[in-house]
Nanobody
Framework: VQLQASGGGLVQAGGSLRLSCTAQ????????MGWYRQAPGKQRELVAA???????NYADSVKGRFTIFRDSAENTMYLQMNSLKPEDTALYYC??????????WGQGTEVTVSS
């Protein structure tokens, strides 16, 4: 299974970006997909996740600003990020868990928010 993430970049505070992550390969059945981020010197943290049933959860720091959604037919997940803040600067990783409880990670896409 390969996860290809894209959409990162440099944006000014208050701006928006949309990240995407496409899963390819022998996936079986996706149960959960999620976005994590890791800022320099900090631990990786969950940003948002979405289940196969469409349930979502978000980190408190991004609630009301970020939206996670999926195109199940394309095995693609998105993260719409609005009202970006400098503290959102990080390397963003996509993650997939399937019905066999196997976990897969994408290569990361960099988001930089300037003040």
């Amino acid at each position: 299974v390969q996860l290809q993430a894209s959409g990162g970049g440099l944006v000014q505070a208050g701006g928006s970006l949309r990240l995407s992550c496409t899963a390819q390969g022998l996936i079986f059945r996706i149960t959960t997909m999620g976005w994590y981020r890791q800022a320099p010197g900090k631990q990786r943290e969950l940003v948002a996740a979405i289940t196969s049933g469409g349930s979502t959860n978000y980190a408190d720091s991004v609630k009301g600003r970020f939206t996670i959604f999926r195109d199940s037919a394309e095995n693609t997940m998105y993260l719409q990020m609005n009202s970006l803040k400098p503290e959102d600067t990080a390397l963003y990783y996509c993650n997939l868990e399937n019905n066999l409880k196997r976990n897969y990670w994408g290569q990361g896409t960099e988001v930089t928010v300037s003040s």
